[in-house]
Antibody, heavy 121, light 110 residues
Framework: QVQLQESGPGLVKPSQTLSLTCSVS??????????WSWIRQPAGKGLEWIGR???????IYNPSLKSRVTISVDTSKNQFSLKLTSVTAADTAVYYC?????????????WGQGTLVTVSS | QSVLTQPPSVSAAPGQKVTFSCSGR????????VSWYQQVPGTVPKLLMY???KRPSGIPDRFSGSKSGTSATLVITGLQTGDEADYYC???????????FGGGTKLTVL
């Protein structure tokens, strides 16, 4: 079973760039079974999908975040990353990376533990 | 405002049956499979159901799912106190080209 682990700064200043990395173990990013995805969840609120990447580098982003988001992949390290620019307090959330099953349906079957990112000066 | 609509809360007694609803549009639920996620407070969301009615390994058959038109339903029978959690539905939205979720339904086991 694929395992994922997020890493990155827990505190980011307003207007700066949030950067997180997800390390994947127990499987290869190149397996072809998955897209690799980021999701976030503000405290006490619901899930928001940020976007996904395939190992080819093909990306799709949530339209509401598209202008600020970049997801990239490093297959040599079996990692993928998230960058979110011009952050504000509204971007404070727990950020999860997850595997998004490819095929006839889309579902998130393996999740990282999540990492809390606080945007504050 | 979530793309998929879920009631904010539901409650039932241990041993009872509870139903969760999730409504959407043709561009999302109407044309795509639905998945469900369980999030016990303070923990990571866990896949509970995929492709409308398929249970991942380890999910008991007390949990069942269905879809009709632009709505989906998750049912839990034989409710247990450990089922207290937030339940989210999710699917692909072809118009938005995005994975979308409902706002979640909080289950209280009385």
């Amino acid at each position: 079973q694929v395992q994922l682990q997020e890493s990155g700064p827990g505190l980011v200043k307003p207007s700066q760039t949030l950067s997180l990395t997800c390390s994947v173990s127990g499987g290869s990013l190149n397996s072809g079974t998955y897209y690799w995805s980021w999701i976030r969840q503000p405290a006490g609120k619901g899930l928001e999908w940020i976007g996904r990447i395939y190992t080819s580098g093909d990306t799709i982003y949530n339209p509401s975040l598209k202008s600020r988001v970049t997801i990239s992949v490093d297959t040599s390290k079996n990692q993928f990353s998230l960058k979110l620019t011009s952050v504000t307090a509204a971007d404070t959330a727990v950020y999860y990376c997850a595997s998004l099953r490819r095929g006839v349906s889309y579902y998130l079957d393996n999740w990282g533990q999540g990492t809390l990112v606080t945007v504050s000066s | 405002q979530s793309v998929l609509t879920q009631p904010p809360s539901v409650s039932a007694a241990p041993g009872q049956k509870v139903t969760f609803s999730c409504s959407g549009r043709r561009s999302n639920i109407g044309n795509n499979y639905v998945s469900w996620y369980q999030q016990v407070p303070g923990t990571v969301p866990k896949l509970l159901m995929y492709e409308n009615n398929k249970r991942p390994s380890g999910i008991p058959d007390r949990f069942s799912g269905s879809k009709s038109g632009t709505s989906a339903t998750l049912v839990i029978t034989g409710l247990q106190t450990g089922d207290e959690a937030d339940y989210y539905c999710g699917t692909w939205d072809g118009s938005l080209s995005a994975v979308v979720f409902g706002g979640g339904t909080k289950l209280t086991v009385l």
